[in-house]
């Protein structure tokens, strides 16, 4: 069962026919979105979100992408993750 993210930020890159979702708690989905729905195809937990909005902590800078790598910071770490697909 896919667990839908709420919250107070996701920012979006699309990425060909799929979109990158990093949400307010530091977690990357790929997913694709169309006139029929949303289809998750992977996620994976980057970062823990340190700063504090209202009642709880939140990842707000949006990452970076290169060279088929995601760069994503929190105030207390900057991490570098694979997106090149596994042989």
Request: with cysteine; glycine share 6%.
């Amino acid at each position: 069962m896919e667990t839908i993210e709420s919250g107070s930020s996701i920012h979006l890159t699309t990425c060909g026919d799929a979109v990158f979702l990093f949400t307010d708690q530091g977690n990357l989905i790929c997913a694709q979105l169309t006139p029929r729905g949303y289809r998750e195809i992977s996620r994976a937990h980057l970062l823990e979100p340190t700063l504090p909005y209202g009642s709880r902590k939140c990842a707000w800078t949006p990452p970076a992408y290169a060279n088929r790598h995601v760069f994503a910071r929190n105030d207390e770490e900057l991490i570098c993750g694979s997106l090149a697909a596994k042989p």
